[in-house]
C-alpha cells in the first residue's frame, strides 16, 4: 500500500502522536480527546495516536472507542508477570486499560528517572509480548551533538533498546527520533538535520535487520514540531510523523498537525 502525500508517495503511513506528559488531570483528558475526535476524523493518511497519563487510559479510551484515535501509554513496566512490583503497570495491563501502544525511553525518563537501554530493550520485549506497538525514543543531548557524537549515542541507543529482537518483531516497532535539545524549547531540528539522522537510523536498521525490515520501519520525528513547521519536516523522505509534545496539548493545534497536507 502507498500513502499519498501532496509531493511524494510513501510507503510508510505515517504516524502522528501526541504525548500529553504529565500535564492533564482525567476530565481534561477527556474533554481533549473529545475535542480533537471530530478534528481528525478524516484523517485516513496517518495513524492517529494520544498518550494520556496513566490515570486517564482507560477513560479516554472507552470515550474514544469507534473512532480512529489510537492510544498510547506513556511508559511500562520491564515485564508482563503479575507479582509484587509496587508502582509498576505491565504492557498486559495497559492493552487491558485501552492502549494500543507505548512510549518507551523517552529522554525525560532517561534523564530523570533511571531509564537505560537495558530498561528500554526489557520494556520493548513486554510491550510486544502483551500485543502492543512499541514506540522506542532515541535523541542525543546537545553536547553529544557539539561533540559529534549524534549518531555514536543515537546508535547505541538503537543497538541497545532493540538488543535480542527479530525483523518480525521489528514490524511493531516505531522508533522516535527526539533530540533533546528540541525538546520543550522551540528549537526545532531543521528538515535537513531530520532527515539525515533519520536516514542514519533507516541505516543502521538495514544493517541489524535488513533492508525490507529498514525500508518498513516507520521513524516519527519529535522536539517543537507545531503546525508551522509539520509540512516541511513531512517533506523529507525519511521522515514518517511526529511525537508532539506541547503543541499536542491543545485539540485545535495538534489536529493543525496531523491534518498537516
Ligand atoms: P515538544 O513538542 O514539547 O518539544 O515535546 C516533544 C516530546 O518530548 C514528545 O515526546
Redesign the pocket.
Known sequence: MRYRDDIIFRMRKPVIAG?WKMFKLLQESVDAALQLKPLVANANHCDVVIAPVFTALKTVADRLEGSNIQIAAQDCAIQNDFGAHTGEVAPVMLKDAGSSHV?IG???RRQFYGETDESVNWKTMATLAAGLTAIV?VGEKLEERDAGNAETVVKTQLEGGLSGLTANDLERIII?Y?PVW????GKTATPEQAQEMHGFIRNCLNESHGNETAENVRVLY????KPDNISTLMSQPDVDGA?????SLEAESFAKIVNYK
Open positions: 504525548n512510549i523517552h529522554s525525560e525514543c522516535a527526539e528540541a525538546i520543550g524549547t519529535g522536539g517543537s514540531v511525537l508532539v509534545g506541547g503543541a
